[in-house]
T-cell receptor
């Protein structure tokens, strides 16, 4: 069945460091891909998404490119801030189009000043 | 616009007791989802509604879990009887339409089964 695998955390970085969180997926057809973020004490919220191969999603300085050839959707940010400390979830929505999300296990990011 | 509302925020029960969670989606959102998030894992879909009809309940443990969305607006999720392994955060989400739309999540209900 469809699945998402994320790099294990926690990831600890200093402020202004470069961030990469790896995400790979297994799915039939052409899923849509998402990154959701959960800040401390808050609910899950969409960070960015891409709906077809080679699309780049971007928001708040974060970017991720839908790579069908490597079945990946890695999250990157050039310069992280303390306020980026959160749990990041990669997810896919299968091409069957019901909208059901399949999530990875989440990666905790801690940014130190 | 008001977000997805859930209640209660926290619940502690003993095993074999019953519990119910309530969700009110964003106004006008036709699709409603219930997810279970066990500590250290990503959310897993339990059931999905489109208006008042069920789209997907393939991962709902139907011997103990039930859910309804009778008027196509708010929804309740019930567990009866609860087991220790049901300890988790129960998340409700809604989206405007069916499909790969942005889902808006509520704050969740944290359930502890003792």
């Amino acid at each position: 069945g469809d699945s998402v695998t994320q790099m294990e955390g926690p990831v600890t970085l200093s402020e202004e460091a470069f961030l990469t969180i790896n995400c790979t997926y297994t799915a039939t057809g052409y899923p849509s891909l998402f990154w959701y973020v959960q800040y401390p004490g808050e609910g899950l919220q969409l960070l960015l998404k891409a709906t077809k191969a080679d699309d780049k999603g971007s928001n708040k300085g974060f970017e991720a490119t839908y790579r069908k050839e490597t079945t990946s959707f890695h999250l990157e940010k050039g310069s992280v801030q303390v306020s980026d400390s959160a749990v990041y979830f990669c997810a896919l929505s299968a091409s069957s189009n019901t909208g059901k999300l399949i999530f990875g296990q989440g990666t905790t990011l801690q940014v130190k000043p | 616009e008001a977000g997805v509302a859930q209640s209660p925020r926290y619940k502690i029960i003993e095993k074999r007791q019953s519990v119910a969670f309530w969700c009110n989606p964003i106004s006008g959102h036709a699709t409603l989802y219930w997810y279970q998030q066990i500590l250290g894992q990503g959310p897993k879909l339990l059931i999905q509604f489109q208006n008042n009809g069920v789209v997907d309940d393939s991962q709902l443990p139907k011997d103990r879990f039930s859910a309804e969305r009778l008027k196509g607006v708010d929804s309740t999720l019930k567990i009866q009887p609860a087991k220790l392994e049901d300890s988790a955060v129960y998340l409700c989400a809604s989206s405007l339409l069916l499909g790969p739309e942005t889902q808006y999540f509520g704050p969740g209900t944290r359930l502890l089964v003792l």
